[in-house]
């Protein structure tokens, strides 16, 4: 796959939309209620925009009839591919499994449940248009639970510090990506993908664009605090090497403190009478050496991590079953 630019140039103009195709990819999971919904707005803003599209919806593992709706809608509507993951395997792994399906000179990535409404599609579009390589919509008034927007500011945080998102530049999930960019992610080697931290990685000309954030007409989000922590670990551990790296810190500092305990024993020793033969050699070799193991099993650790992510298979879900819907006829 081809990671060259396909899009237009900074400086050089707004380009037409109408020259690109599109490639929406919307992961589903327990949305029978709404998902059908959401199909139907998101292909009638493309088609009523005069935009070439198609949409790629993929089942993540859910328990409800949500796979039998959005397949039945792919056997029968032109333009929309309909995946089943295997299993659960998360949002971020869902979104790559329908990139490495697209076709598009854009993909755009957006939630299943009407949040990001579809209208919104093209103002990611006409940003994009002006040269960039990736555009994040910035919610206006993010309709969300406190805890969210609590993870959300924490997220920020450390996507500053491990990939470098710039001060003023915010990240969501309803994105728009250049090919390159999706390219660049799809042949990544790692085992946990982290779609916005990626996209920032590999893209240079970032942006943002206010859009709207409706509230969820049907049902409760999925997206809960158990899963904001374990994306805060994924990152964490899976692209930085910081957690090692206080291990080892602190491994360091115990040694230190150790080594100054020692002496501090010695010197009882030497100072005061004890009754206990033994006593101070074991206790400064154990504390030593327990402080010394620490800051070892950290090192290696890192290196252990390192390896990993070079070795780590670069499929990171699998499909049970894959429904395109039928070619378009001429007019």
Known sequence: MSTAPTGPSPGNGPADPRDFTYSVVIPVFN?????????????????????????????????????????????????????????????????????????????????????????????????????????????????AAGYRRLGSRVIALINRRVFGQPANLTVSNFRILRRDVVARIVASRTAHPYITGQALMYSSQRANVDVRHDPRPVGASNYNLVRIVRLVMTILFSYSSFPLRLGSLLGFLLAGLSFLFGVYLVASRLMTDTRVPGWTSVMVLLSMFSGFTIALLSIVGEYVVRTLNAVSDPVTSHVAELVRGPAEQPG
């Open 31 to 143: 949305s029978e209620p709404i998902i059908g919904t959401t199909i139907d707005r998101t292909l009638a803003v493309l088609r009523d925009a005069g935009l070439r599209h198609e949409l790629i919806l993929v089942n993540d593992g859910s328990q409800d009839g949500s796979w039998a709706v959005i397949s039945e809608r792919a056997r029968t509507t032109p333009g929309v591919v309909a995946i089943d993951l295997l299993t659960n395997y998360g949002q971020h792994h869902a979104n790559v499994a329908g990139m490495r399906e697209s076709t598009g000179d854009y993909v755009i990535t957006m939630d299943d449940d009407l949040q990001n409404p579809p209208d919104q599609v093209l103002l990611l579009i006409e940003r994009a248009m002006e040269g960039h390589d990736v555009v994040f919509g910035r919610f206006e008034t993010k309709q």
